[in-house]
């Protein structure tokens, strides 16, 4: 959370873009080479409200990568990319690959109780696509 509030601090607390709220929650994956986290959108500003959140979000993406999917093996890569209608839609796609096998689980674990009920309050919606090479997470928010 520390680290979001910085990137607020640098814009005198007007919002955050993206791809350095990514980076920053990602930063433990990162590689030199950029092989094991791919990160891609047009530059995207997001206000603190949908800011915070987001990091949260990618946070617990992350962490659940590295215990159970694709950052838990020495070949698996995520792809984070995202995009913004016209209209203001930001939609974010998490895809996890080279990991092993992902399956939807029998229950809502904590980490897909704590995504939904973050973006959920923002009007946004997640979708968990549950694929033999890995979770594709998709989230849609208005920003």
Same mark, same amino acid.
């Given at each position: 959370?520390?680290?979001?509030?910085?990137?607020f601090v640098e814009t005198r607390w007007t919002g955050a873009e993206v791809?350095?709220?990514?980076?920053?929650?990602?930063?433990?994956?990162?590689?030199?080479?950029?092989?094991?986290?791919?990160? $891609? @959108? %047009?530059? &995207?500003?997001?206000?603190?409200?949908?800011?915070? +959140?987001? #990091?949260?979000?990618?946070?617990?993406?992350?962490?659940?990568?590295?215990?159970?999917?694709?950052?838990?093996?020495?070949?698996?890569?995520?792809?984070?990319?995202?995009?913004?209608?016209? $209209? @203001? %839609?930001? &939609?974010?796609?998490?895809?996890?690959?080279?990991? +092993?096998? #992902?399956?939807?689980?029998?229950?809502?674990?904590?980490?897909?109780?704590?995504?939904?009920?973050?973006?959920?309050?923002?009007?946004?919606?997640?979708?968990?696509?549950?694929?033999?090479?890995?979770?594709?997470?998709?989230?849609?928010?208005?920003?």
């Amino acid at each position: 959370m520390a680290n979001v509030h910085s990137l607020f601090v640098e814009t005198r607390w007007t919002g955050a873009e993206v791809s350095a709220i990514a980076k920053q929650g990602l930063a433990p994956y990162l590689d030199e080479n950029d092989t094991r986290v791919l990160i $891609d @959108g %047009l530059p &995207t500003v997001l206000e603190p409200a949908a800011a915070h +959140p987001i #990091a949260v979000v990618l946070h617990e993406l992350a962490t659940n990568a590295s215990k159970y999917g694709a950052l838990s093996s020495a070949k698996g890569q995520i792809r984070l990319t995202w995009s913004r209608r016209e $209209d @203001g %839609l930001l &939609t974010l796609r998490w895809t996890e690959l080279g990991g +092993p096998s #992902a399956k939807a689980p029998e229950r809502k674990g904590f980490g897909s109780r704590l995504i939904e009920g973050t973006i959920s309050p923002l009007g946004g919606k997640v979708l968990f696509d549950w694929r033999s090479e890995g979770l594709v997470c998709k989230i849609a928010v208005p920003a």
